[in-house]
């Protein structure tokens, strides 16, 4: 039977399923899918990073050595040598992580998804950065919280803007200390420390989400949250930026009683991240691979970076001003007020330019005339030109 002759059914969809919405960085990454658009969009790691021959060889190690074991089922938990080694990797003087509080998971945004699962009940306020990623909001949504943003500067989150009438009953503060998506900042030593102690305080924990903390251009780390306070952070970890995201694989670092609710919703979502995966990763950074691979990746990007500053001020009229990140992905526009960076997009979209206006990165009160610039998938050459497509845009609307 020809399927266009199929009567057309409408199922009745969940209250939650109704309020489901696409992240406005996919919808705009499909348009991007061209190659004629120069696209600033997608934080997509540059694929001459990835490490596909090694990758290939360890796929091949572990279905020659350990074949049944890599493709069964598996625990919820993860690959214990793998929660091994990301315990011993977050691990410092100060604060010793066992890999009983690891969970591997699908992904970082899996994390996320998970965090939701067990901590948010309907109308539980839940603490955001001022923006914050747009792929927490939407995997918080799922589970019906109230949003309150925290207030932020330059410098990232204010630890002092975090009162008693903003905190009251809240089940989790989610931030990003490192080169946050959307804004590229990375939060001082002083506020790290003043957040940890803000997370021994309290009666909810401090999410860190830390993808970006590998891709300090100054292989300068400041330490983490997790590092100040153990018991009372939580950390999302990916594999995502520093080997390949098509690899899906992340990790939840949590106290132990958090730690197991988070793997029985794990179980009920997926049972367990892919087994095969999980060893090949494992056979890939096992004898200190890792150590090699971020240096190469953070000296990409930091020249990235730098092409992308040169031609900001090289084509950017008066007016509109960026900021210069330490490390990351990202850098974050602000646009003379009048300017809606929406509006713009469509312009830029028209010129085959691309990026993600700063609206859906804000929980409430978006901002319109803010914008965000991933410079890590295009090349140098390209992005002079299409920096130089953008400001003759910004141009005409001021
Ligand atoms: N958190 C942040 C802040 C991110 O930017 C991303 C990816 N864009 C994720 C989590 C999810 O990454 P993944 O699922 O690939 O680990």
């Given at each position: 039977?020809?399927?266009?002759?199929?009567?057309?059914?409408?199922?009745?969809?969940?209250?939650?399923?109704?309020?489901?919405?696409?992240?406005?960085?996919?919808?705009?990454?499909?348009?991007?899918?061209?190659?004629?658009?120069?696209?600033?969009?997608?934080?997509?790691?540059?694929?001459?990073?990835?490490?596909?021959?090694?990758?290939?060889?360890?796929?091949?190690?572990?279905?020659?050595?350990?074949?049944?074991?890599?493709?069964?089922?598996?625990?919820?938990?993860?690959?214990?040598?793998?929660?091994?080694?990301?315990?011993?990797?977050?691990?410092?003087?100060?604060?010793?992580?066992?890999?009983?509080?690891?969970?591997?998971?699908t992904?970082?945004?899996?994390?996320?998804?998970?965090?939701?699962?067990?901590?948010?009940?309907?109308?539980?306020?839940?603490?955001?950065e001022?923006?914050?990623?747009?792929?927490?909001?939407?995997?918080?949504?799922?589970?019906?919280?109230?949003?309150?943003?925290?207030?932020?500067d330059?410098?990232?989150?204010?630890?002092?803007?975090?009162?008693?009438?903003?905190?009251?009953?809240?089940?989790?503060?989610?931030?990003?200390?490192?080169?946050?998506?959307?804004?590229?900042?990375?939060?001082?030593?002083?506020?790290?420390?003043?957040?940890?102690?803000?997370?021994?305080?309290?009666?909810?924990?401090?999410i860190?989400?830390?993808?970006?903390?590998?891709?300090d251009?100054a292989?300068?780390p400041?330490?983490?949250?997790l590092?100040?306070?153990?018991?009372?952070?939580?950390?999302?970890?990916?594999?995502?930026?520093?080997?390949?995201?098509?690899?899906?694989?992340?990790?939840?670092?949590?106290?132990?009683?958090?730690?197991?609710?988070?793997?029985?919703?794990?179980?009920?979502?997926?049972?367990?991240?892919?087994?095969?995966?999980?060893?090949?990763?494992?056979?890939?950074?096992?004898?200190?691979?890792?150590?090699?691979?971020?240096?190469?990746?953070?000296?990409?990007?930091?020249?990235?970076?730098?092409?992308?500053?040169?031609a900001?001020?090289?084509?950017?009229?008066?007016?509109?001003?960026w900021?210069?990140?330490?490390g990351?992905?990202?850098?974050?526009?602000?646009?003379?007020?009048h300017i809606?960076?929406?509006?713009?997009?469509?312009?830029?979209?028209?010129?085959?330019?691309?990026?993600?206006?700063?609206?859906?990165?804000?929980?409430?009160?978006?901002?319109?005339?803010?914008?965000?610039?991933?410079?890590?998938?295009?090349?140098?050459?390209?992005?002079?030109?299409?920096?130089?497509?953008?400001?003759?845009?910004?141009?005409?609307?001021?």
């Amino acid at each position: 039977m020809d399927h266009s002759e199929m009567p057309h059914r409408v199922w009745q969809l969940s209250e939650r399923a109704r309020k489901l919405t696409s992240s406005a960085i996919r919808e705009i990454l499909k348009v991007t899918e061209r190659p004629e658009v120069i696209s600033f969009a997608g934080g997509l790691p540059a694929p001459a990073t990835f490490p596909a021959e090694r990758i290939r060889a360890a796929t091949d190690r572990v279905l020659r050595d350990a074949p049944a074991a890599a493709l069964q089922y598996s625990a919820t938990e993860g690959y214990l040598p793998l929660r091994e080694w990301v315990a011993a990797r977050l691990s410092t003087n100060g604060a010793t992580i066992r890999a009983s509080q690891v969970l591997i998971t699908t992904g970082s945004q899996q994390a996320l998804d998970l965090l939701g699962k067990v901590l948010i009940d309907p109308a539980s306020p839940v603490l955001v950065e001022t923006p914050t990623y747009l792929g927490a909001l939407q995997a918080f949504s799922l589970y019906e919280p109230q949003f309150r943003q925290v207030p932020t500067d330059d410098e990232g989150l204010v630890p002092e803007a975090l009162t008693a009438a903003l905190t009251d009953g809240a089940r989790l503060i989610y931030a990003q200390p490192n080169f946050q998506n959307p804004t590229g900042r990375r939060l001082p030593l002083e506020r790290r420390v003043a957040l940890a102690e803000f997370a021994r305080t309290s009666a909810f924990p401090v999410i860190e989400d830390d993808p970006y903390g590998a891709l300090d251009y100054a292989g300068s780390p400041l330490p983490t949250l997790l590092s100040m306070a153990p018991d009372h952070v939580v950390y999302c970890g990916t594999f995502s930026k520093i080997l390949a995201p098509g690899l899906r694989l992340g990790y939840i670092v949590a106290p132990e009683e958090l730690h197991f609710k988070l793997v029985q919703a794990k179980q009920a979502t997926d049972l367990h991240t892919p087994t095969l995966t999980q060893r090949i990763v494992y056979e890939v950074i096992k004898d200190g691979f890792i150590d090699e691979q971020i240096p190469a990746v953070r000296a990409l990007y930091r020249d990235q970076c730098e092409a992308m500053l040169a031609a900001l001020a090289r084509h950017m009229p008066t007016g509109v001003s960026w900021n210069r990140p330490e490390g990351g992905m990202f850098i974050w526009v602000t646009l003379p007020a009048h300017i809606d960076s929406m509006q713009l997009l469509e312009a830029a979209i028209a010129q085959n330019v691309a990026f993600v206006p700063g609206a859906p990165f804000f929980a409430s009160e978006p901002q319109k005339h803010l914008l965000r610039l991933s410079f890590v998938t295009v090349p140098p050459a390209r992005i002079d030109e299409g920096v130089a497509r953008l400001a003759a845009l910004i141009r005409e609307r001021i």
